[in-house]
């Protein structure tokens, strides 16, 4: 099976800029969690969707918003972007079926000027 | 809340040693599963082993084992015969199990390995 894909795989934005993040997962799989990775706060919890549905959402603001749709892929969306939001963006896949493993895609980085 | 505490922010190792990574965790969950990934210089994130809570057993991937002492509530990684490739920064993650799952894996801060030739 074809790993998780992430795109793109770079992206650069100004401040203000909003951005869209692509992710899709490995087939067979409808779980989708999103994670920011920065050197300063580490791996973080953005939110999941399973089933098109956001189960659960982690404490960043709302200008970081995802969907999924029916094939399982997911966007994230990162509105009025800050300096701050330059980070490493990953998202991971597993079935959701009682296999808990997740599986990473190669993260898109985003850099924001 | 849970946390994931990895206290060795950086380590070397020679190539063919054995090295251990140390990660505790916090929790009142008591199902619930461990995991190790890597994360080569080429930021690919890498599940390296997994652990459920349940298991007495430590689990073994190849060279890689962990010591999983649930009362203590510590996780560690063993790599034995320390190859270059092991050469990674290495996330020890907590995600809760069953009904409460919601795709939430929790990370510590990493540890920075470094095989030595």
């Known amino acids: 099976k074809a790993g998780v894909t992430q795109t793109p795989r770079y992206l650069i934005k100004t401040r203000g800029q909003q951005v869209t993040l692509s992710c899709s997962p490995i087939?067979?799989?409808?779980?989708v969690s999103w994670y920011q990775q920065t050197p300063g706060q580490g791996l973080q919890f953005l939110f999941e969707?399973?089933?098109?549905?956001?189960?659960n959402k982690g404490n960043f603001p709302g200008r970081f918003s995802g969907r999924q749709f029916s094939n399982s892929r997911s966007e994230m969306n990162v509105s009025t972007l800050e300096l701050g939001d330059s980070a490493l963006y990953l998202c991971?896949?597993?079935?959701?079926?009682?296999?808990?493993?997740?599986?990473f895609g190669p993260g898109t980085r985003l850099l924001v000027l | 809340a849970q946390t994931v505490t990895q206290s060795q922010p950086e380590m070397s190792v020679q190539e063919a040693e054995t090295v251990t990574l140390s990660c505790t965790y916090d929790?009142?969950?008591?199902?619930?599963?461990l995991f190790w990934y890597k994360q080569p210089p080429s930021r690919q994130m890498i599940l390296v082993i997994r652990?459920?809570?349940?298991?007495?057993q430590n689990a073994t991937e190849n060279r890689f084992s962990v010591n999983f002492q649930k009362a203590a509530k510590s996780f560690s990684l063993k790599i034995s015969d320390s190859q270059l490739g092991d050469t990674a920064m290495y996330f020890c993650?907590?995600?809760?199990?069953?009904?409460?799952?919601?795709?939430?894996?929790?990370f510590g801060q990493g540890t920075t390995l470094q095989v030595k030739p």
């Open positions: 652990q459920e809570a349940y298991k007495q």
């Open positions: 991971a896949s597993r079935d959701g079926g009682g296999q808990e493993t997740q599986y």
């Open positions: 969707y399973f089933s098109e549905t956001q189960r």
């Open positions: 087939s067979g799989h409808r779980s």
């Open positions: 993650a907590f995600m809760k199990h069953g009904s409460s799952n919601t795709g939430k894996l929790i």
């Open positions: 929790t009142s969950e008591n199902n619930y599963y």
